[in-house]
């Protein structure tokens, strides 16, 4: 079985499918009297089981296979389809970027007519990491499908982790005075998840490898992510969650390529220093 590819496809459709399932349950298992979701409606159990079926699955299935042991090794590709992935990714964390900062400064002209109480700190935070993770994703899907790696990586690697970090507080203070966890909670857990993804993978590049917890941890962002954009999301928030999508597809794929195979051919010297 080729798991670079059956792995983040089974984790596009188990994003696909609790996507359904979230704005099924949205619509059929939320009192809008009372603000609570009834738990012991199908919907709700039917998008719980889901996700620990999707958790176990990554579970049995990553069992095994090499352990690369440096960022060269783990995600060198040289596939164009990562490289297209990579870009993509990069380019919606840039364009999320912009809207961020458009929607902080709407938040804070609320927070100034005293319509709000919160201050949009963290979100003008990510927006502003998000420039520096859309460049550093960006270099590093290049260099990582050309096999030269820059001496910067590590600084690059830790990027979009950094970046993401305010937006779960973020998320967290947008949600703070509800009392019903399960309207954010699946908000909360993707931006979560997609954080763990990146900085085990960063890991890679400070000689702390992690592959298995990588993945895991990647592929189930991928599916969270996807699920909390039926909630709905704000224009920033879906640009910013597609492109952790694509990054993480990006990453999951060359990363399984590593530990599973098929591996690529080692780059020559002579090339990779002509391409440095």
């Known amino acids: 079985m080729r798991k670079d590819r059956f792995l983040p496809l089974l984790a596009l459709v188990g994003g696909g499918a609790g996507f359904a399932l979230r704005s099924w349950q949205l619509a059929e298992a939320y009192d809008e009297q009372t603000g609570l979701f009834r738990w012991e409606a199908t919907a709700t159990i039917a998008l719980v089981l889901l996700m620990a079926v999707m958790a176990a699955l990554f579970a049995v299935m990553l069992r095994g296979g090499a352990l690369p042991t440096d960022y060269a090794q783990a995600f060198y590709c040289p596939s164009d389809g990562y490289l297209i992935l990579m870009m993509a990714g990069s380019l919606l964390m840039l364009a999320s970027a912009a809207l961020g900062l458009l929607e902080s400064r709407k938040q804070l002209e609320l927070w100034q007519a005293g319509l709000t109480a ?35 990586h590590p600084l690059l690697a830790v990027l979009p982790a950094y970046a993401l970090l305010p937006w779960i507080v973020s998320v967290y203070q947008e949600n703070s005075r509800e009392p019903e966890l399960m309207l954010f909670m699946f908000n909360l857990l993707a931006v979560i998840f997609a954080v763990l993804g990146f900085y085990n993978g960063a890991c890679f590049a400070f000689e702390h490898p992690r592959p298995k917890l990588c993945l895991a941890t990647s592929l189930m962002a991928v599916v969270l992510l996807l699920t909390a954009l039926a909630d709905p999301p704000s224009m920033f928030h879906a640009v910013m969650s597609l492109g952790c999508v694509l990054l993480l597809l990006g990453q999951s794929y060359a990363l399984l390529r590593s530990v599973f195979g098929p591996y690529w051919p080692v780059p020559q010297k002579e090339e990779t220093e002509n391409n440095s």
Do not use: Q
Not at 135 to 145: I, Q, S
């Open 118 to 152: 919160t201050v949009p700190v963290m979100l003008f935070l990510t927006a502003v990491l998000a420039v520096a993770a859309g460049y550093g994703t960006w270099k590093l899907g290049r260099c990582n499908h050309r096999g030269a790696l820059s001496e910067d």
